[in-house]
């Protein structure tokens, strides 16, 4: 196979192809042994006609060459991309150029090729995570959630204010019809929490038992699974009796007190432990975050116009992936929307933010590899093909096979070039706090005794 690749505009190339004879001959055969499963001759087998007998069945060798090249071409074309170290991202447009009825066989395939983008200042990669230090104020809010766990309810001898629990009657009508889902009996309510109407904190703010109330909201100021009744900018009228208004009273913070409620003895014992356990979190959650943010700082170094193609592709791909989904949970995309308050146009635009950012993502990757010459073994490629077979329940050989057979081993090689890039990038990127404070990754690796954690 002779190819020669001539680019056009764009990110689109022409491949010129010119097939030997012996590959020819391997396609005709392949042909011919394919037809002879399918083709009926009377007084012969299926599969078990000659050759020439089958080939005069079918209208002779011209017949059968143009049944050749019509399976046939997309495979020559995979194998003249894969030879020429192409890596198309459409169909290809085919035409042959000789050799549809004798002779020489010889195409052209005009395809859309992944576009090389610059990612200058990758090197130099900086991201932000949060400080890893633990401020006194950080142990107080975990004392003061350990307090709210522990406080008890008692009656208010005051009016009630944010963050007081009221004991309520509440009922909601549309047009005098009782909406059910916004009517209920001994309802204890959080005083300033908005989780129902805002009109009802407004009113209830300074409330005392026996108190009633009347006002109205709109249902598009209401939680979405009650906006999601197509009641939209529909007025509800509510009426609300006060029963009971209770106060929370946190514990008094003593050595006696955390005793009593945990395992440890003093006061001093539980801030040191929450100490521990804060400074432990804060380096997990960084050394969690510095991959996607390594990420999302190498995207932004990607300033060139993307082919929408690839992006229109790539929003297809998770639009599939999305009905899939919902599909497997008995769901429409139609129901989802409607459930999520989302219209259609609404989902499209965010999908395709994400399409773009996606692909800008695959093609940075596959510079810093380029650049950095960032490869990956045999090995390699034949542990994540037999990971891959595993999920699909299939022989290795055979799945290998298949996927050669649809250039899918290439991605699979890209996939894992690329995964080798990111933690490349990962392992150089410089690591700051919000304060400018240089982390190093010793840092980050630290136990809660502050030695090296050797696993």
Same mark, same amino acid.
């Given at each position: 196979?002779?190819?020669?690749?001539?680019?056009?505009?764009?990110?689109?190339?022409?491949?010129?192809?010119?097939?030997?004879?012996?590959?020819?001959?391997?396609?005709?055969?392949? &042909?011919?042994?394919?037809?002879?499963?399918?083709? @009926?001759?009377?007084?012969?087998?299926?599969?078990?006609?000659?050759?020439k007998?089958?080939? *005069?069945?079918?209208?002779?060798?011209?017949?059968?060459?143009?049944?050749?090249?019509?399976?046939?071409?997309?495979?020559?074309f995979?194998?003249?991309?894969?030879?020429?170290?192409?890596?198309?991202?459409?169909?290809?447009?085919?035409?042959?150029?000789?050799?549809?009825?004798s002779?020489i066989?010889?195409?052209?395939?005009?395809?859309?090729?992944?576009?090389?983008i610059?990612v200058?200042?990758?090197?130099?990669l900086?991201?932000t995570?949060?400080?890893?230090?633990?401020?006194?104020? !950080?142990?107080?809010?975990?004392?003061d959630?350990?307090?709210?766990?522990?406080?008890?309810l008692?009656?208010?001898?005051?009016?009630?204010v944010n963050?007081?629990?009221? &004991?309520?009657?509440?009922?909601?009508?549309?047009?005098?019809?009782?909406?059910?889902?916004? &009517?209920?009996? !001994?309802?204890?309510? @959080?005083?300033?929490?908005?989780?129902?109407t805002?009109?009802?904190?407004?009113?209830?703010?300074?409330?005392?038992?026996?108190?009633?109330?009347?006002?109205?909201?709109f249902?598009?100021?209401?939680?979405?699974?009650?906006?999601?009744?197509e009641?939209?900018?529909?007025?509800?009228?509510? @009426?609300?009796?006060?029963k009971?208004?209770?106060?929370k009273?946190?514990?008094?913070?003593?050595?006696?007190?955390?005793?009593?409620?945990?395992?440890?003895?003093?006061?001093?014992q539980?801030?040191?432990d929450?100490?521990?356990?804060?400074?432990?979190?804060?380096?997990?959650?960084?050394?969690?975050?510095i991959?996607?943010? &390594?990420?999302?700082?190498?995207?932004?170094?990607?300033?060139?116009?993307?082919?929408?193609?690839?992006?229109?592709? @790539?929003?297809?791909?998770?639009? *599939?992936?999305?009905?899939?989904?919902?599909?497997?949970n008995?769901?429409?995309?139609?129901?989802?929307?409607?459930?999520?308050?989302?219209?259609?146009?609404?989902?499209?635009?965010?999908?395709?933010?994400? #399409?773009l950012?996606?692909?800008?993502?695959?093609? #940075?990757?596959?510079?810093?590899?380029?650049?950095?010459?960032?490869?990956?073994?045999?090995?390699?490629?034949?542990?994540?093909?037999?990971?891959?077979?595993?999920?699909?329940?299939?022989?290795?050989?055979?799945?290998?096979?298949?996927?050669?057979?649809?250039?899918?081993?290439?991605?699979?090689?890209?996939?894992l070039?690329?995964?080798?890039?990111?933690s490349?990038?990962?392992?150089?990127?410089?690591?700051? !706090?919000?304060?400018?404070?240089?982390i190093?990754?010793?840092?980050?690796?630290?136990n809660?005794?502050?030695?090296?954690?050797?696993?």
């Amino acid at each position: 196979m002779n190819t020669v690749v001539e680019e056009l505009e764009g990110s689109r190339v022409k491949l010129a192809v010119e097939l030997n004879e012996n590959e020819l001959q391997q396609a005709l055969s392949g &042909t011919l042994i394919k037809l002879a499963r399918t083709v @009926q001759v009377p007084g012969f087998r299926r599969g078990k006609v000659p050759h020439k007998i089958l080939e *005069a069945k079918l209208g002779g060798q011209t017949v059968l060459r143009q049944k050749m090249l019509e399976e046939s071409l997309s495979d020559f074309f995979v194998q003249a991309a894969r030879q020429a170290d192409l890596d198309p991202v459409s169909t290809p447009e085919i035409e042959i150029k000789q050799g549809m009825d004798s002779g020489i066989v010889a195409f052209d395939a005009v395809v859309e090729v992944r576009p090389k983008i610059s990612v200058a200042g990758y090197q130099g990669l900086a991201v932000t995570v949060p400080s890893l230090e633990v401020s006194p104020k !950080d142990v107080e809010e975990q004392i003061d959630k350990l307090r709210e766990q522990f406080g008890q309810l008692v009656t208010a001898t005051r009016p009630g204010v944010n963050g007081d629990f009221l &004991t309520i009657d509440i009922n909601a009508y549309i047009h005098k019809e009782l909406q059910t889902d916004l &009517t209920a009996s !001994d309802l204890v309510y @959080q005083l300033g929490s908005g989780s129902i109407t805002k009109e009802l904190d407004e009113n209830l703010l300074h409330c005392t038992p026996g108190d009633i109330y009347k006002f109205n909201s709109f249902i598009s100021e209401r939680p979405a699974a009650v906006a999601q009744q197509e009641k939209a900018q529909k007025e509800v009228s509510f @009426q609300v009796l006060v029963k009971e208004v209770k106060t929370k009273v946190l514990p008094d913070v003593t050595d006696s007190w955390v005793a009593d409620v945990s395992e440890f003895e003093t006061l001093d014992q539980l801030k040191d432990d929450i100490r521990s356990s804060l400074a432990k979190r804060k380096k997990e959650f960084a050394a969690f975050a510095i991959k996607g943010l &390594t990420l999302s700082a190498l995207v932004d170094l990607v300033h060139e116009d993307i082919p929408s193609s690839m992006v229109d592709a @790539q929003l297809k791909q998770k639009l *599939a992936v999305l009905e899939t989904q919902l599909g497997a949970n008995g769901l429409t995309l139609s129901d989802w929307l409607s459930r999520a308050s989302l219209s259609e146009e609404e989902l499209l635009a965010k999908l395709s933010e994400e #399409a773009l950012w996606d692909v800008k993502a695959d093609l #940075a990757l596959r510079a810093v590899a380029e650049i950095e010459d960032i490869q990956i073994g045999e090995n390699d490629i034949v542990s994540e093909v037999k990971r891959l077979a595993g999920e699909h329940g299939t022989d290795e050989k055979i799945f290998f096979a298949e996927l050669q057979h649809k250039g899918g081993d290439i991605a699979i090689k890209w996939g894992l070039r690329k995964n080798k890039a990111l933690s490349w990038l990962v392992d150089n990127v410089n690591i700051v !706090d919000e304060n400018g404070n240089v982390i190093e990754r010793k840092q980050l690796e630290e136990n809660q005794e502050g030695e090296p954690d050797n696993g």
